[in-house]
């Protein structure tokens, strides 16, 4: 599976962004999805995953009311719509593929490569 995140960008505390995240190659359905994020100086960490037929979604206590993950199985996409973003939600967020929707980074098998979400207070 080839994973292509976009959407990150420049937005002010308050703001939206949605990220999309567009998968290539084996059966998309297949697999749980996840985004994760890596902030300057930090390790990276789960946001939010959603299992293979949308209805199992578990996310990051901090997020849990701003960011919806989301996919659709037609177009091979899973969405993360941001919502009253912060300043600490700052970082580089990938999107992952795996067999089963778990939180840790070394549980998934695919990686995108990172898109970057910058927070202005």
């Known amino acids: 599976v080839q994973l292509q995140a976009s959407g990150g960008g420049l937005v002010q505390a308050g703001g939206s962004l949605r990220l999309s995240c567009a998968a290539s190659g084996r059966a998309f359905s297949n697999y749980a999805m996840a985004w994760f994020r890596q902030a300057p100086g930090k390790e990276g960490e789960f946001v939010s995953g959603i299992g293979w037929s949308g209805f199992s979604i578990y996310s990051e206590d901090s997020v849990k009311g701003r960011f919806t993950i989301s996919r659709d199985n037609a177009n091979n996409t899973v969405y993360l719509q941001m919502n009253i973003l912060k300043p600490e939600d700052t970082a580089i967020y990938y999107c992952?593929?795996?067999?089963?929707?778990?939180?840790?980074?070394?549980?998934?098998?695919?990686w995108g490569q990172g898109t970057q979400v910058t927070v202005s207070s």
């Open positions: 992952a593929a795996g067999s089963k929707l778990r939180p840790g980074l070394n549980q998934y098998d695919y």
